[in-house]
């Protein structure tokens, strides 16, 4: 069983910057993918950014502006978030995947005004 908890959200003006963080509790390896998805009002859920043991691959609408990185231990992913933009208005879920099951995280508001 794993457990997910993100934590980090708020009310931003554009421009400015948030930092994401979700800390992962159970069987979790630095082979298991971590990562952001995030859903706005009326929209699908999308890709944000996710971390393998040697790949990063990131959206393409935060590409340059978002970074995601891990911990040593493998078990907290942090998503640092720059140059933010009204349209980065979501509830962001942390995200995982191992042992043949996909976990996601209860969520974090990002709030961001023009």
């Known amino acids: 069983q794993v457990q997910l908890v993100e934590s980090g959200g708020g009310v931003v003006q554009a421009g400015g910057s948030l930092r994401l963080s979700c800390a992962a509790s159970g069987s979790i390896f630095s082979r298991n993918v971590m990562g952001w998805y995030r859903q706005a009002p009326g929209k699908m859920r999308e890709l944000v950014a996710t971390k393998g043991s040697d790949s990063k691959h990131y959206g393409g609408s935060v590409k340059g502006r978002f970074s995601i990185s891990r911990d040593k231990a493998q078990s907290t992913v942090a998503l640092q978030m720059k140059s933010l933009k009204p349209e980065d208005t979501a509830v962001y879920y942390c995200?995982?995947?191992?042992?043949?099951?996909?976990?996601w995280g209860q969520g974090t508001q990002v709030a961001v005004s023009s």
């Open positions: 995200y995982t995947f191992t042992g043949g099951y996909g976990y």
